[in-house]
């Protein structure tokens, strides 16, 4: 109940910033834009730019609630609640946008396994949401946590996919359907997808939560 | 039982009364209504204001008025707090019962906040021992407010952490705004509010889920002469209503106002 | 003459200890003697908290008796604890009535 409050009220929250959600909106599109004459690279930057972009309007999101979390906190909310319910607007928030764009290129470019396409969007929506969180949780500030989150979808994209660094990036499971999705592979690139997919996604959204735990803590002061 | 009472007794029992008790008032006020002849929103108004005033009502009677004191809300003994080697405070004891305004004073860059922090529980003591009641609000600075965000949703927000239907929390809101001569106007975010006007935002955040203990930091920064008048009405509303008030000030005329005075000296 | 509340509030107590001295009464009872008596219309939401904090301050005591109509009712009766308050806040009163009737009377004896 508590966290379905929260969420509506950041999904609000977020609506209101005009100009930065038209920003987030568009940033994916000038990644699928760059290389639209080819559709299996066009679709994998597209993918990365939801993601990138998803989760760094977490990272602002969590960051800008700093000052009223604890407060939420004292009046008897869990963390649970309070952090859960953002990182559930901003996947909210994520699917539509990666839903938006795969109708986008389902009409645009000539897919094989559109379901498949529509799969790794959401993924990457999905995955963005924790992965933000946990970077605002880590560095509290948003320049810093900015910096970082570049640091690691410019990594994603430049790395060798095959290669092991690739594979502890948060979006390889993207990645790794994306090929099952383009390339027509045999179905175990999409199990090694979702198995990746839901480890990233656990570790993300449990280190969230922890981190806040201990950081949104009250002691127990006993009644005197 | 009417949805009235029903909405009645989940308020008292959500402010704290013991359920049997809650029962008792909830069918003492359904006959009280019914000898009336009356129905009980329009004897009473909204039941979860009316629970509010009963209470506070009760509370009254509860601190005697001459000489003996209320319960314990508050007490510090020996706190401290070093960051690194840098002493912040140090062997603080600071007692506060109901019905008590406590003021914390001192020179800037002294600890007031940082005490104040440790009272509410969001900064830990490195020494000593703090034992509070339960249900306590906390009114900061600056900050606590989400800048997109209008005075209703605010309140929805804040009622839904304390439990509250959106609805209920939105008319609390609004009742207690009034009491400081403020009316929330819809769909304004909080950040296109006056200073004067967020802190009034904040301190009815602090108070909407009923506390018996407030923290105040410096609360009433950017009020007028009129609004800060109000501010002091409402914390005497709230010392005759039993609760436990402390605030921290360093303008010297507040003092006349409360009951007792902690200085904390020069800066550390 | 319709008394503003604050003031109300700071003598309703003891109208109350009075009434209930003159007799038993419940709720409804009391407001209408007050209107009656020409002292204050009480809203049911102020009237019924006091007798509650009467009662809870052990100044008056409640037994419940039958109505001719309707739902029983609850009757207050005063303790001694409440008619040694009552006799406090009467001699108050009469001071305070006292020390504005002697304001009135040096107003009308001395106009300028």
């Known amino acids: 109940m508590t966290a379905l409050v929260v969420a509506a009220l950041s999904a609000r929250e977020v609506s209101r910033r005009r100009t930065a959600l038209l920003l987030v909106i568009t940033l994916p599109l000038w990644f699928y834009l760059v290389r639209r004459d080819q559709t299996g690279q066009s679709v994998r930057m597209l993918t990365l730019g939801i993601g990138w972009a998803v989760s760094t309007l977490t990272l602002f999101v969590v960051n800008a609630s700093r000052g009223v979390d604890p407060r939420l906190r004292l009046s008897g909310a869990s963390t649970a609640a309070v952090i859960g319910g953002r990182l559930l607007a901003m996947t909210g928030g994520g699917v539509i946008l990666a839903l938006g ?124 | 039982m009417t949805g009235w009472d029903s909405r009645f007794e989940t308020e ?3 402010l704290g009364v013991q359920p049997g008790r809650a029962r008792q008032l909830a069918e003492e006020t359904a006959q009280q209504a019914a000898e009336c002849a009356a129905a009980p929103d329009s004897l009473f108004g909204p039941a979860h204001l009316y629970a509010r005033h009963l209470l506070s009502e009760l509370k009254t009677a509860a601190v005697p008025l001459g000489g003996a004191k ?110 400081l001569a403020w009316r929330p106007t819809k769909s304004q975010p909080t950040q296109h509010l006056s200073g004067g006007t967020r802190q009034k935002l904040n301190l009815v955040l602090g108070e909407l889920h009923a506390p018996d203990l407030l923290l105040l930091d410096e609360p ?21 209503a039993g609760r436990a008030v402390v605030v921290v000030t360093h303008l010297l005329h507040d003092l006349q106002h409360v009951d007792h005075v902690h200085d904390l000296g020069a800066a550390q | ?19 209930l001295r003159e007799k038993p009464d419940y709720g409804y009872g009391l407001a209408q003697r007050l209107a009656a008596a020409g002292v204050a219309d009480v809203p049911g939401g102020t009237l019924y908290p006091a007798l509650l904090r009467l009662e809870q301050q052990g100044l008056a005591e409640p037994s419940w008796g039958p109505s001719e109509s309707g739902p029983r009712r609850k009757y207050y009766a005063v303790t001694p604890a409440g008619r040694a308050e009552l006799d406090t806040q009467v001699s108050e009163w009469q001071r305070f009535r006292t020390g504005i009737d002697a304001l009135i009377v040096a107003g009308a004896e001395n106009p300028r």
């Not at chain 2, 339960?134 to 929805?156: C, I, K, M, S």
Request: hydrophobic share 50%; proline share 5%; net charge positive.
């Open chain 3, 1 to 19: 003459m319709v008394v503003s509340r604050p003031w109300l509030h700071g003598f309703l107590d003891l109208c109350l200890l009075a009434m």
């Open chain 2, 70 to 179: 209320g319960p314990v809300r508050l007490r510090l003994t020996g706190v401290g707090k070093r960051y690194r080697r840098r002493t912040v405070l140090d062997g603080v004891n600071l007692t506060v019962r109901a019905g008590e305004v406590a003021a914390i004073v001192g020179a800037n860059g002294c600890g007031k906040s940082t005490l104040l922090r440790i009272c509410a529980g969001l900064t830990r003591p490195t020494s000593g021992s703090v034992q509070r009641t339960r249900r306590v609000g906390f009114v900061p600075q600056d900050a606590g407010t989400a800048d997109w965000l209008t005075a209703d949703e605010h309140f929805t927000l804040f009622g839904a952490a304390a439990g509250m239907a959106p609805r209920r929390a939105r008319s609390t809101g609004e009742h207690l705004a009034a009491r």
């Open chain 1, 101 to 224: 764009y795969w109708v986008l290129t389902a009409l645009d470019q000539d897919l094989d396994r559109p379901a498949a396409v529509a799969l790794i969007m959401v993924l990457a929506a999905v995955l963005a949401a924790p992965l933000g969180g946990l970077v605002a949780a880590l560095l509290p500030r948003e320049l810093e946590g900015a910096l970082a989150l570049l640091s690691i979808c410019a990594v994603q994209m430049l790395a060798d996919p095959a290669g092991l660094v690739a594979k502890l990036m948060p979006f390889w499971s993207a990645r790794e359907i994306g090929t099952y999705a383009i390339d027509a592979t045999a179905p175990d690139y999409l199990w090694r997808g979702l198995a990746h997919a839901a480890v990233t996604w656990l570790i993300c959204a449990g280190g969230t939560w922890a981190i806040f735990a201990w950081r949104l803590r009250l002691p127990r002061y006993p009644e005197p």
């Open chain 2, 220 to 240: 009433y920064q950017g009020f007028d002469q009129g609004t800060y008048l109000d501010f002091w009405q409402q914390v005497h509303s709230w010392r005759d």
């Open chain 2, 12 to 14: 008292l029992l959500r």
